[in-house]
């Protein structure tokens, strides 16, 4: 009998970042049984076939986050300023009814969603979320990866006909790997699912070949390993551009591969032509020779001397800066013009276990959008409108203004660079937070709704598929029944269409399944079958394994790894099967980098980055008592760059910008480049429902950086969020806060 057994094992997977490492979870008890269903602890799973017993502190602790008396048990509704628990059936029927009144007096566009980066970890989540808006007819959503990676899935939209397609270094077999604005031991990197990262890259060392990590910091990762090339903030793209100077203008790289598989080599070449290094020695701080040299030994290694190919890399240091859409287009076409593209020990585009491609094409994710902004400025990027021209949109004067906001799993107060969107926000009818927490974002909500964790429920990581290393699937069910009032956002999103009077039908694949899912309730059994049946049709469509097999095997299975020579010339999804290597809006974007030249080799300057712990996650871990919490975010900066402004070591001082100060403790440290101030985000949590965070010192670095159209990147409409100006000042008194009392 099941109550009789102390405890049981399931295999599951971590849905925190990109890595997805197999868990092994022990439960006991029965949600029915005295003290109801109980995690007793989590372990890394030495049979997944990819992550192999790897794993971090974080996803050790989603036992903790499963229990954490902190998390949301019921809707709640504001009352009086405060917020209050009230019923789901009241909750859906409430907020049904102001949809409905909204949409029908100022249209569907009134209604807009912002899916925050957890969404992105459940496929159901994405799906029905987005399903509800497009049902009421509204094009607004808005999504994390307009602060992150926009430029990626914009570029990649240009260059290969699809916002999902990116080729993943292939770090087993590559001779030399260049790494611009990643911290892989801390990160384990991003738009690439890779375990044990730092692990991989040693390895690539331990087989004679390079790593070269282009960092303004010397992080974590280069102190371990590689050689470290220090880098002005926010100059990467002209790095790029005088390598492809070198290779194309210098070297006379062969171009006949290129042109047989793209289109727009000769202009991609032409652009190159002025960017000298020379000219970018005197911006990016990198001696023109090592320039040289980096641009010639990449192509010597992609030439596979020594058998193994090159890759270029690179990841939010790069995109959140003011140039992350032309970096990320030059360095593939870096990867394309050395023939590394598609090749062995060079990049490969992996296929997952069903085409990704062609899914994203049939429920309309990942093209161009017809759709645009009011102001006709922003077109959504990978089904997304950027989130820093949502304030705008709730604050213009436009009919079509945005009155009603669905946040679900994010915390755009806390990671929007500025303070634009807050000071919107009172301007909604409207704020529905869907989370785990009542975050600084539920600061503003008129209700909170009470979410799942990911033990709570089923999952295939159907977004991150086609950007494994190596290629593998798995499927979890649910590992524990929800705890008290929580529901998955399938359901919730579901219910809501329902409640606000539209079924959804935005998506092909969601069309009939809010109704099934309800008639499904009532029936014993869990109410994620839908997403079940979704999954089992697209594997069976893909061929490559079954949702049977992975029942069976619910470590998960090995794919077939991906083929070189698999992509160009056969799953390019432009309109003629060409990479186009010289989109006209990168090319007209060259303007801006010449534009900005001057400025960011001015001397004397001091710009802020951010940095990442291995404990924590954007703002959303620093409840988790499995986790021994950093004790908030401390700025980093060179002593000789302190020394100047009378800052000393530990003491308090204020960093800021035009838009905002911060105070918090000073660490000096030779590792950070002069006229570079670090300082990671997701910290100050002075009104967070999560008592455990709201205790810890620490401050939100977005009020510092600026937000707002003038600062993002205008072919993506990604946040530019890295390289701003700041001063930094010691706190008068200028002695060691005690921990708290440090200010917040
Ligand atoms: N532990 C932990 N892991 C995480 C996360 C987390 O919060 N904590 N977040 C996850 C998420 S959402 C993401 S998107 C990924 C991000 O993964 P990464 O992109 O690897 O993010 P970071 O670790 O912040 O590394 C960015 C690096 O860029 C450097 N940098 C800053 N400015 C520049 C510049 O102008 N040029 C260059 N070349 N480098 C620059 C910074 O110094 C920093 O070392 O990590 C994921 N993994
Ligand atoms: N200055 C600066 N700002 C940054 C960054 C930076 O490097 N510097 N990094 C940026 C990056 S890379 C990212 S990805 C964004 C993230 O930006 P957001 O996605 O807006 O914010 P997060 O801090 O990730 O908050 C995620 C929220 O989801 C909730 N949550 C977690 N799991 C679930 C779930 O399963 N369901 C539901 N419904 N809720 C859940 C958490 O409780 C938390 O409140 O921040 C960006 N902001
Ligand atoms: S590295 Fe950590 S957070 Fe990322 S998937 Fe693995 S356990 Fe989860
Ligand atoms: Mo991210």
């Not at 090592?290 to 190919?309: E, K, P």
């Not at 295939?460 to 950007?467: D, E, K, R, V, W």
């Not at 079924?503 to 499904?520: D, E, K």
């Not at 072919?715 to 890295?722: D, F, T």
Request: one cysteine or more; charged letters at 20%; proline letters at 7%.
């Amino acid at each position: 009998m099941e109550t009789s057994r102390p405890s049981r094992q399931v295999r599951t997977f971590c849905r925190i970042c990109e890595v997805h490492c197999g868990l092994v979870v022990e439960v006991a008890g029965t949600p029915s049984s005295p003290g109801g269903e109980r995690v007793l602890k989590v372990s890394p799973d030495r049979e997944h076939p990819v992550s192999r017993g790897y794993c971090c502190v974080k996803g050790l602790g989603l036992g903790a986050l499963h229990h954490d008396e902190d998390r949301l048990a019921t809707p709640l509704k504001r009352v009086d300023g405060g917020l209050v628990p009230i019923g789901w059936d009241q909750a859906l029927a409430e907020i049904g009814a102001r949809v409905r009144d909204l949409v029908s007096e100022h249209g569907p566009r009134s209604v807009a969603l912002y899916q925050g980066n957890p969404s992105f970890f459940s496929l159901a989540h994405t799906l029905m979320s987005t399903a509800f808006v497009e049902a009421l007819g509204s094009p607004n959503v808005f999504a994390s990866h307009s602060i992150d990676v926009n430029t990626k899935f914009h570029v990649s939209t240009e260059m290969y006909g699809a916002s999902l397609v990116h080729p993943v270094p292939d770090l087993e077999h590559t001779e030399m790997f260049v790494c611009l604005g990643s911290n892989p031991l801390v990160s384990q990197m991003s738009v690439l699912t890779v375990a044990d990262a730092a692990g991989v890259l040693q390895r690539i060392e331990q087989r004679g070949g390079r790593v070269v990590i282009v960092d303004p910091r010397r992080t974590e990762t280069a102190q371990r390993l590689g050689e470290h090339l220090p880098i002005r903030p926010g100059t990467d793209a002209y790095l790029l551009a005088a390598m492809l100077h070198v290779l194309t203008h210098e070297e006379g790289l062969d171009l006949a591969h290129a042109r047989r598989v793209a289109r727009g080599v000769e202009e991609l070449v032409a652009a190159a032509a002025p960017w000298t290094p020379e000219r970018a020695e005197a911006v990016t701080g990198i001696p023109a020779a090592t320039i040289r040299a980096l641009a010639t030994d990449y192509a010597a290694a992609s030439a596979g001397q020594g058998g193994g190919g090159a890759a270029l890399y690179c990841s939010t240091g790069v995109n959140m800066g003011p140039f992350g859409s032309l970096a990320y287009w030059l360095i593939q076409a870096l990867n394309l013009l050395t023939g590394n593209l598609d090749r062995r020990g060079g990049l490969l585009v992996p296929r997952g276990a069903f085409d990704t491609l062609r899914l994203a094409r049939l429920v309309g994710l990942g093209s161009f959008d017809e759709h645009r902004t009011t102001d006709g400025r922003w077109h959504r990027v990978a089904g997304a409108f950027p989130v820093a021209a949502l304030a705008d949109e709730i604050t213009t004067d436009h009919p079509d203004r945005v009155r009603a906001l669905f946040v679900t799993a994010g915390n755009p107060v806390h990671s929007v660079p500025g303070s634009d969107l807050r000071e919107a926000l009172p301007r909604l009818d409207l704020l529905v937070s869907v989370d785990l927490y009542r975050n600084e974002t539920a600061d503003h909500a008129d209700y909170v709704l009470p979410a799942t964790d990911m033990l709570e429920r089923g999952d295939y990581p159907a977004s991150h598929q086609s950007l494994q290393l190596v290629p593998h699937a798995q499927w979890t069910p649910p590992v524990v029944e929800p705890l008290g009032e929580r529901r998955n956002e399938w359901q919730i999103f579901s219910d809501l269409a329902l409640a606000s009077g539209v079924r959804p039908i935005g998506l092909t694949a969601a069309h009939a399944l809010p109704r099934l899912n309800r008639l499904l309730r009532r029936l014993p059994g869990s109410p994620q079958l839908g997403l079940e049946q979704i999954i089992a049709v697209l594997l069976r469509w893909g061929r490559r394994t079954s949702l049977r097999e992975l029942r069976q095997k619910p470590e998960g299975v090995l794919l077939p790894p991906t083929e070189p020579g698999s992509f160009l010339g056969h799953r390019v999804a432009t309109p003629d099967g060409l990479v186009d290597l010289a989109p006209a809006d990168l090319l007209a974007d060259l303007a801006r980098l010449e534009a900005a030249e001057a400025d960011l080799a001015r001397p004397g300057v001091l710009r802020l980055v951010g940095r990442r712990d291995r404990r924590s996650h954007n703002s959303w871990m620093h409840n988790n008592s499995h986790i021994r919490q950093p004790a908030g975010n401390t700025a980093l900066m060179h002593p000789d760059d302190a020394a100047d402004r009378g800052v000393a070591d530990g003491t308090q001082v204020q960093v800021s910008s035009a838009t905002g100060a911060v105070t918090l403790p000073v660490a000096l440290t030779t590792d950070v480049a002069r006229g570079v101030v670090v300082v990671p985000h997701g910290w100050g949590h002075a009104t967070s429902g999560a008592r455990r965070a709201r205790a810890l010192p620490g401050v939100n670095v977005n009020d510092v950086v600026p937000g707002g159209p003038a600062h993002m990147d205008p072919v993506s409409g990604q946040a530019i969020m890295l390289a701003h100006e700041v001063e930094v000042t010691p706190v008068s008194g200028g002695v060691t806060a005690p921990r708290s009392s440090a200010t917040r």
